[in-house]
């Protein structure tokens, strides 16, 4: 019985619901505007329809036989933590795709502007597979596929979704026409892009090195309005061979105005230079307030001892 449980040992609720939700946007997006506008389909999907058209063999069964050997070399490789939940993953798109198939939501008749529907397809089913890859999941077949490229060759996860769907696609053109394949190709696209934002942007934000003469009442005053840290580093300016504090500073994206106005303020001839940062974790961003680790206590020197 102890066995039993500590196969599902790292697996966090958290990440089920979020990988359950994923593929509900996901079979959302492929029943409402995929299915009911004759668009096809990327990615292993798209492979099983294209044996079904050319062999006769039933989606369902390709589709069995396609991802077994796959889930075995993503348990070698990438764990046993990213099978379970690719596992729920998998099985859970399938059940999204038959709910909203026996239930639809609603129905959207859009053959007339077959741009909106690539583009509202592409969100739908980029969010959900974001958020699934977001929480360590996949749906089987190609996703298991994108992340081991981007482990071994650090390809993002959409750029490789989206060459592999490019080339299913072209595959496709076998029984697709070329208008309905172009649309196809646009959605698979726009489901790229928003897979990289979920996964590289949510946690988006700027990082700024300031040099300044008053580089510790900068530090002080974003402590004080705007909680924040900072790493303050040495360094020598090569003109001037002067002795420079640089304060290093990570803040959300919607923080960098305050930032600004702070150094404004209190040294307007500061040199500011400000980055992207794609993700950022730790404390102040990925940990709130109670979580934060308590400051040292201070040394005491030892009292001395009677003669």
Do not use: W
Request: net charge neutral; hydrophobic share 45%; aromatic share 10%.
């Amino acid at each position: 019985m102890t066995r039993f449980f500590d196969v599902f040992e790292g697996i966090r609720l958290k990440g089920i619901l979020i990988i359950l939700f994923g593929t509900l946007l996901f079979g959302f997006g492929i029943i409402h505007f995929n299915m009911q506008n004759g668009l096809a389909h990327g990615g292993f999907t798209g492979l099983t329809l294209l044996f079904y058209y050319l062999f006769a063999i039933e989606p369902s069964l390709t589709n069995l036989l396609l991802n077994i050997p796959l889930f075995v070399i993503g348990y070698k490789l990438l764990g046993r933590v990213m099978l379970i939940y690719s596992i729920i993953g998998t099985i859970a798109l399938s059940a999204s795709l038959r709910l909203f198939e026996l239930y639809p939501v609603t129905h959207l008749p859009l053959q007339d502007d077959l741009i909106l529907v690539s583009i509202f397809a592409g969100v739908f089913t980029g969010a959900g597979l974001g958020l699934i890859f977001r929480a360590g999941g996949t749906t089987g077949g190609a996703d298991i596929l994108a992340r081991l490229a981007n482990k071994y060759t650090g390809m993002s996860l959409g750029r490789f979704m989206f060459t592999f769907d490019a080339a299913v696609i072209s595959l496709s053109l076998i029984h697709l026409n070329t208008t309905m394949a172009m649309y196809t190709l646009l959605t698979v696209f726009v489901t790229s892009r928003v897979i990289d934002f979920i996964i590289e942007g949510a946690s988006a934000a700027k990082s700024t090195m300031i040099i300044s003469t008053k580089t510790e009442e900068i530090s002080d005053e974003v402590i004080k309005r705007m909680s924040r840290g900072s790493t303050v580093l040495t360094g020598r300016g090569s003109f001037t061979r002067d002795n420079r504090d640089i304060m290093y500073c990570v803040v959300n994206r919607n923080e960098l105005v305050q930032l600004k106005s702070i150094i404004d303020e209190i040294d307007p001839y500061a040199f500011v230079s400000i980055n992207d940062v794609k993700e950022v974790s730790g404390e102040g961003f990925t940990f709130d307030q109670s979580q934060r680790r308590p400051s040292p206590a201070p040394e005491t020197s030892p009292e001395p001892q009677a003669q």
